[in-house]
């Protein structure tokens, strides 16, 4: 690592996600610092530009890398918003790692390129086991869902039997009874994106999560094999929360409750009513029915990538069904309008026009 004019000098270390992959021989992104010994005043000084709303976080000027005052935190309400934090320049590095989640968490590194590491958590690294940093875990419910998360990312990790038994009670606590839908879906659906998402509904199962954050979702062998699978992972996430969601039979309640967005929430409507008319025989009156019902004229690409999804769980003849959809696309609509007297008559004439070029096609 090098300084540069704007950090040199600052006791800063970069700590976290960018120092465990490293140390896992994994790519990476942006790299979060923790600064040491600094005030919030030295670092506007300095150029770097406030961000932060509970505790100060500022922007890099030139890398946009976030830079947080150390800091440590106290409870003083339920939830992961029930916090009170202390960032004096009296906060030693230590101090700042100890307030972490997990011990592959907690590892920073200095410009030199040596590695802090207080909680032993290169040691859970080379073991490969999530193991949390101390009771204040039990402080976060959203810390649950992360290390869900990082199940489903690493699938090679174990959460270590105290991990676990911390979580179950946190959930008997009613700590859990506190997530917001905004973090749920934020953790549900960066896990969905991860290699293997059927370890974190197995971690939140264990810990006894998934009655209290995901009330109305149902799980089946054919909804964890198809999330896990080789074409899921060639998904948008919109689809594989589509899959995620395909055994649920309130998924329109289980996407307002996730309050998720709403190209989701469609997907996961429409994946059911692609995959039956997939799975019957079909006319031309039922084809042209679905593309209408799917709104498949407007948004071409949606419904390819419903047939795309449907093929993970069924066999579907993609290529069939897409020669379909341009056949339809294909006809020219102001044509079919010439044809008739009366404007009344103009949607009924082109839905026919359609209606014939499935027939003859």
């Known amino acids: ?12 270390y970069v700590v976290g996600g960018a120092v465990r992959d490293a140390l896992l021989g994994l790519s990476h992104g942006d790299r979060d610092w923790v600064v040491v010994g600094a005030t919030p005043e030295e670092m506007v000084k300095r150029g770097f530009i406030p961000v932060g709303g509970d505790f100060p976080v500022f922007l890099h000027p ?58 032993n958590g290169q040691a859970d690294l080379k073991t490969r086991v999530f193991r949390h940093v101390g009771e204040a875990f039990k402080e976060d419910p ?19 039997p105290e991990t676990m038994a911390l979580c179950r009670a946190m959930v008997a606590e009613g700590e859990v009874d506190a997530l917001v839908p905004e973090r749920v879906w934020q953790e549900l659906s960066r896990g969905l994106m991860c290699r293997q998402p059927s370890r974190m509904v197995q971690v939140l199962d264990e810990a006894g999560v998934l009655p209290r954050a995901l009330p109305q979702w149902q799980s089946s062998e054919r909804v964890l094999t198809a999330v896990d699978g080789p074409r899921a992972q060639t998904l948008a996430l919109d689809a594989r929360y589509a899959l995620f969601c395909l055994s649920t039979e309130d998924r329109a309640g289980l996407s307002r409750q996730l309050r998720a967005p709403g190209e989701c929430a469609d997907m996961a409507r429409l994946l059911p009513v692609v ?61 079919a309008a010439q044809q008739v007297s009366h404007p009344a008559e103009i949607k009924a004439a082109v839905r026919q026009a359609r209606l014939s070029a499935l027939i003859s096609a």
């Open 275 to 335: 995959l039956e008319a997939c799975q019957t025989q079909q006319n031309a009156e039922s084809v042209l029915s679905l593309f209408e019902v799917c709104d498949a004229l407007r948004k071409p690409d949606r419904l390819r990538a419903l047939l795309r999804t449907a093929a993970v769980v069924a066999v579907v003849n993609v290529e069939q069904w897409e020669q379909r959809l341009l056949c339809v696309l294909n006809v020219d609509a102001g044509k």
């Open 62 to 119: 030139k890398t946009k890398e976030e830079y947080a005052l150390a800091r440590t935190e106290r409870k003083s309400g339920r939830g992961y918003k029930g916090f009170t934090f202390y960032t004096g320049v009296d906060v030693t590095l230590e101090d700042d790692l100890r307030r972490r989640d997990l011990t592959v968490n907690a590892i920073a590194q200095a410009e030199s390129g040596a590695l802090i590491d207080p909680l």
């Open 1 to 12: 690592m090098s300084t540069d004019l704007f950090a040199a000098g600052l006791q800063a």
């Open 142 to 160: 959203v810390r649950i869902l992360r290390l869900a998360r990082f199940a489903a990312r690493f699938v090679d990790f174990t959460v270590a």
